[in-house]
């Protein structure tokens, strides 16, 4: 299966500060990657995907790119409410698989 | 905009099984691939599997094959996911999540929304 890596585990940003979250597979998946946000104790959410399309009613400061085995999250200047876990998911090839995830902390 | 509700919460010993149900709000339940992915306490996300509610196809993760059994029920938009022969490492969160519409042959592989989660704690 293919190994979803993501850097770094944690990450320290003060608010209106941007975040950058990288992702790494362990073959090739082309742009069948997909980002999601988790905040405590609440159901994954959609944010990007095929690397780079933003979901439905997701702000424009969320930004994926990427192809093949590297691709990044950025969060242009970090709100309140992105302070959360996000995991990065590979759709390309069964089974499908997440990344262990980036938990973005407030500094 | 559709929701997804499950049922909730279960307590099981280990060895029994479990069956965790996913109720869609609209009547397109039928359109859409509903995929099941878990989460252990303080853990990442696991992929389970999906079933296509239109016509019954079920595909499950291999580690999973031999223990899961995914099912629906189109006249109350209800998908169902079932876990047996449960051990103390099935304890999670269960998530069931709607297959992304759209062009692509992939799309289906993504997963929104996402249900509210149904806890399964698996203790003797």
């Known amino acids: 299966e293919i190994v979803m890596t993501q850097s770094p585990a944690t990450l320290s940003v003060s608010p209106g500060e941007r975040a950058t979250l990288s992702c790494r597979a362990s073959?090739?998946?082309?742009?069948?990657l997909a980002w999601y946000q988790q905040t405590l104790g609440q159901a994954p959410r959609l944010l990007i995907y095929?690397?780079?399309t933003r979901a439905t009613g997701i702000p424009a400061r969320f930004s994926g790119s990427g192809s093949g085995t590297e691709f990044t999250l950025t969060i242009s200047s970090l709100q309140s409410e992105d302070f959360a876990v996000y995991y990065c998911?590979?759709?390309?090839?069964?089974?499908?698989?997440f990344g262990g995830g980036t938990k973005v902390e407030i500094k | 905009q559709v929701q997804l509700v499950q049922s909730g919460a279960e307590v099981k010993k280990p060895g029994a099984s479990v069956k965790v149900s996913c109720k869609a709000s609209?009547?397109?339940?039928?359109?859409?691939?509903v995929h099941w992915v878990r989460q252990a306490p303080g853990q990442g996300l696991e992929w389970m599997g999906w079933?296509?509610?239109?016509?019954?196809?079920?595909k499950y993760a291999q580690r999973f094959q031999a223990r899961v059994t995914m099912t629906r029920d189109t006249s109350i938009s209800t998908a169902y996911m079932e876990l047996s022969r449960l051990r103390s490492d099935d304890t999670a969160v269960y998530y069931c999540?709607?297959?992304?519409?759209?062009?692509?042959?992939?799309?289906?592989?993504?997963?929104?929304?996402w249900g509210q989660g149904t806890l399964v704690i698996v203790s003797s």
């Open positions: 998911q590979q759709f390309n090839t069964w089974p499908l698989t």
């Open positions: 609209r009547k397109t339940f039928t359109g859409y691939y």
């Open positions: 073959q090739s998946v082309s742009s069948d």
């Open positions: 079933i296509n509610p239109n016509s019954g196809a079920t």
């Open positions: 095929s690397a780079s």
């Open positions: 999540a709607r297959g992304l519409y759209g062009s692509g042959s992939f799309i289906f592989r993504i997963f929104d929304p």
